[in-house]
């Protein structure tokens, strides 16, 4: 009999196509992820779960698979939605998507910075509203990015991707990091800063950090209020970075310039924020890693992890706290 997997959404046939001559799997092909019910119903005496970003998979979750299962396989890099400390406990391993999206992020982070600094967004408003009536010389202005400096929370992969990018703007590139990486700051020309010098010397921000107790809500009134009037920040991350409002008194009162966001808190962003209101702001829907091919390495890698765990082998990417 072959093993048991529930996977929590329709995700691209290239892991499917890996899985299905494995494993007997079982596919919730709603648009919208199982309700917490479902979800606890759905795992019941599964081998394998096969998870998204926007499944809550904690201790409940795994004692209601109860001791069949063997792997938590994530089609995302960020893993906050897992108690990994709870599926150690439990030896379960888990898996994640790093390395494929790395690129693909860093293209849609700097999308976000173009966009925001040259005013694409309401650039189109502006021509679909009938307001395009002649070249005007003050019309849209925003910042130049060539030259300006870039400040970069988080110098992992994707963090290193942005700067490497950066360069061919004749940016200076800064960045603070958990840990300092020296030959990292030799090879692309970073330098590292205290995170207040960041917020202070900064045009641009870019928030590359995982979300966890030290990075929640690190970009709040204090940190905003450290800021250029004309900085632009982007955030790639996870929503839970950015005090959402803090974040709306900032850009109301022009504290700082304008903010892209790709991740937001909640998800999805209710209708009735008021970051909605404002016109300095670019929100998209977490589509960062939102390219065909990215996507489909993501499923084939998030396949072979929890194939790899259905064998009791060992994942081939497996998160570095994990069993
Ligand atoms: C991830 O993989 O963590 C991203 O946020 C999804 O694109």
């Given at each position: 009999m072959k093993p048991k997997v529930f996977i929590t959404r329709a995700i691209p046939e290239a892991g499917i196509d890996l899985l299905c001559p494995i494993a007997d799997a079982?596919?919730?092909?709603?648009?919208?992820?199982?309700?917490?019910?479902?979800?606890?119903?759905?795992?019941?005496?599964?081998?394998?779960?096969?998870?998204?970003?926007?499944?809550?998979?904690?201790?409940?979750?795994?004692?209601?698979?109860?001791?069949?299962?063997?792997?938590?396989?994530?089609?995302?890099?960020?893993?906050?939605?897992?108690?990994?400390a709870a599926a150690t406990a439990r030896k379960i391993p888990v898996g994640h998507t790093p390395g494929v999206l790395t690129e693909t992020t860093a293209d849609f982070t700097w999308a976000l910075l173009m966009s925001a600094a040259r005013r694409i967004v309401e650039g189109d408003h502006y021509t679909r509203d009938g307001k395009w009536k002649t070249w005007m010389p003050t019309l849209l202005l925003g910042p130049d990015v060539h030259g300006a400096t870039l400040g970069i929370i988080g110098l992992g992969r994707i963090?290193?991707?942005?700067?490497?990018?950066?360069?061919?703007?004749?940016?200076?590139?800064?960045?603070?990091?958990?840990?300092?990486?020296?030959?990292?700051?030799k090879e692309l020309g970073v330098e590292y800063v205290p995170l207040d010098s960041l917020y202070a010397e900064s045009d641009f921000i870019s928030i590359h950090t995982p979300l966890n107790d030290s990075t929640y809500h690190l970009i709040n009134n204090a940190a905003l209020a450290k800021m250029k009037p004309s900085a632009i920040l982007i955030n790639t991350?996870?929503?839970?970075?950015?005090?959402?409002?803090?974040?709306?008194?900032?850009?109301?009162?022009?504290?700082?310039?304008?903010?892209?966001?790709?991740?937001?808190?909640?998800?999805?962003?209710?209708?009735?924020?008021?970051?909605?209101?404002?016109?300095?702001?670019?929100?998209?829907?977490?589509?960062?890693?939102?390219?065909?091919?990215t996507r489909n390495k993501m499923a084939t890698m998030a396949a072979e992890n929890l194939i790899a765990g259905l064998k009791g082998e060992k994942l081939p990417h497996r998160v570095a706290d994990s069993r």
């Open positions: 079982d596919i919730w092909s709603d648009e919208l992820p199982p309700p917490r019910e479902s979800l606890l119903q759905k795992v019941k005496g599964v081998d394998g779960l096969l998870t998204l970003l926007t499944d809550k998979i904690d201790s409940q979750v795994m004692d209601a698979a109860g001791a069949s299962l063997k792997v938590i396989s994530q089609m995302a890099v960020g893993y906050d939605n897992i108690d990994v963090g290193q991707a942005v700067a490497k990018r950066a360069k061919g703007f004749d940016m200076r590139v800064i960045y603070h990091s958990a840990h300092r990486h020296p030959e990292i700051e991350a996870r929503g839970g970075v950015i005090d959402p409002d803090a974040l709306y008194r900032a850009l109301r009162d022009k504290q700082i310039a304008y903010a892209a966001l790709d991740v937001t808190e909640p998800e999805p962003i209710p209708l009735e924020s008021p970051l909605l209101t404002l016109n300095n702001i670019i929100i998209a829907p977490h589509i960062a890693s939102a390219s065909i091919q």
